[in-house]
């Protein structure tokens, strides 16, 4: 997984409502619930930023290792979710 790059399955609608933000697939009529975290994790699937520049945006004072886990974490719920894939 650490060498590929995450990309969107397609750009969804997004709201935020509380502390969540919920994407709406409009063709399927169907929503998704991502916490804050996942949701910056899901707007760096660009295609083009690779998971180790996505652990780098997130990574501060030696805490890479961590970061980097739960990065991984996050893409593969996101995947199982069929909203990002893994080029």
Request: charged share 30%; hydrophobic share 40%.
């Amino acid at each position: 997984m650490k060498d590929k790059t995450p990309v969107k399955i397609k750009d969804f609608a997004w709201n935020k409502t509380g502390e969540m933000y919920v994407l709406l697939d409009k063709d399927k009529n169907k929503t998704y619930s991502l916490d804050p975290i996942s949701f910056l994790v899901y707007i760096q699937c660009d295609g083009k930023t690779c998971i180790e520049e996505i652990v780098d945006v997130f990574s501060v004072n030696g805490n890479r290792d961590i970061v980097k886990a739960a990065i991984i974490g996050i893409l593969h719920k996101l995947k199982t979710q069929g909203l990002i894939k893994l080029v």
